[in-house]
């Protein structure tokens, strides 16, 4: 019997001790997660970006030198870590191999005005050249390849500041030769597998495009195929094929979404190789000795990949099984060997491996932000509804941990473009305002890409109209869904989504409470007419998309925010690189004296320093700290009183 007992008080005890630890789990996940600190999510990344040498024996990553981003080289397989690049200002983003294995290059521009300079780094000397020393002049890089090693095909805008021409640039003499003469239209350049300039894109007068191909560099142009404006912005051609018979398109017309096709120079025959009814092809991984496609992806609530040379898919396979989340194949070497991966996740930073084909084993690298591995995340998930004329909108949300998922205050998070989309993955600042108490909503409203032309065309002359009526619809279903507390919205956002923020403002004031504009136009009138003197060709496809200021001012007006600025009850922060080239500081500095003038609550951050967009980490902590404290104060969420160390 004394057994029977002892039996069952020590089953009492298990079980009181089972529900203890339930009872403390239950609250544990309704507590707030510990503070995750600015400097962690938008500081510099410990590395980013690995790039691996044509001959597969050394890797180049980004990493911090005293807080500024430059270039890394290190051999595979040891500890000899250096930097290569010493840029001391705004951190180097844009770098890629010499295909000669001897030079690293990279772009940058001055204090953000983005006209880029082409840098290259001899790695044996350390010398620096600026390959493009001309003021005032942008540099895009067209094409590398790898069976052309000392060879580069560039774009400048050197002749004339509208017009970019095509150059051919030779990496032991740094000699440039002009290959191609832009005849006054052309957009863009595309080299064939001699890497010759071989391939053009014209725009329309209609807002379309024309690809135009020819012979052989001297040859005159010849027109191909002709886009429409409603097909434009969902076809593009891709590369042409080894032989230079047939060409490879996104290509969107007869169909909703953009295709990978196959084109024939000669007959036009067309084949079609990937296809989705809904959703555009969004990434084609093309073999670097073949020029065929060798597979496709199509983005949507995840990323989805489509095998075309089955010669991969044991790769693929292999890759997939490597880490969690969505995977992207960064790079490869010259022997097809090794390739570096990517692999994003909505709840932890960017993990990088090299993958070998021949073991079909992955080796880690690194994460780009490790210290977020100490810090509880939060789940990004995908949501869609029904907007007001029935068009079906998707997008992400993400939930503060530890507050449920009723009630709450909401951050309307407004991407950019609009010819863009959000995409489900570790995103900063969904991940930074689900840690302050907000629920994040992040909507794809139409106009977005991806999504196939007719999603995309419905946006046409629809800004501060139907496209701001998807996320006044989207907020209304966070607050029909009892998601958030109507009292405690906020429309945020930058460029694009910087406009949405003062449309919010000033056009739906009663559904928000505050508003935060990062280099948003805020006349569309002025704004327009102030674009870059290198988006000229692209006029025409604006004035399609959005409205053309010589002949419908009174309707440009009507969907500017300045001109009601008068509607404006809610406080705002207005944040603005001074020497921005797309959105310049004028929109910024015009709502700002029509709020002072009004009497309205602002605040108002101008970056001396920085352009479209904050590169400069001590610029970014600046601004996120300013806007972490605006939130606060009208939302009610977290606050980190002083900036990490």
Known sequence: MKGILADVRLLTIVIFCFLLLLSCAREARHQMPELIPREVIFGNPVKALPKISPDGTRMAYLAPVDNVLNVWVKTIGKDDDKPVTHDTDRGIRIYFWGQDGKHILYAQDIGGNENWRLYAVDLETGETTDLTPFENVQVRVVAHDKHFPNELIIAMNKENPQLHDAYHLDLRTGDLKMVAKNPGNFVGWMTDAKLTVTGALAARPDGGFDFMTRDSEGSPWRLLISWDSEDALSSNPISFSKDGNSVYLIDSRGANSGRLVKYELATGKTEILAEDPQYDVDNVLINPDTYEPEAVTFLKDRQEWHILDQAIQNDIQAIADLDYGDYFIYDRDNADDTWLVGFTKDDGPVSYYAFDRKTKKGTFLFDTRPELRKYRLAKMEPISFTASDGLTIHGYITYPPGKGRKNLPLVLNVHGGPWYR?????????????????????????????????????????WGGKMHQDLVDAVNWAIKQGIADPKRIAIYGGSYGGYAALVGATFTPDLFCCAVDVVGPSNLLTWINSLPPYWEAMRSLLYKRIGNPETEEEFLKSRSPLFKVDKIRIPMLIAQGANDPRVPKAESEQIVEALKAKGIEYEYLVFPDEGHGFAKPENRLKFYAAAEKFLSKYLGGRYEEAAAK
């Open 422 to 462: 959000d995409a489900w993955g570790y995103n900063p600042e969904a991940q930074w305002l689900a840690n302050r108490g907000y629920a994040c909503l992040q909507v794809n409203f139409r106009g977005s890409t991806g999504y196939g032309k007719n999603f995309l065309n419905a946006a046409n002359k629809e």
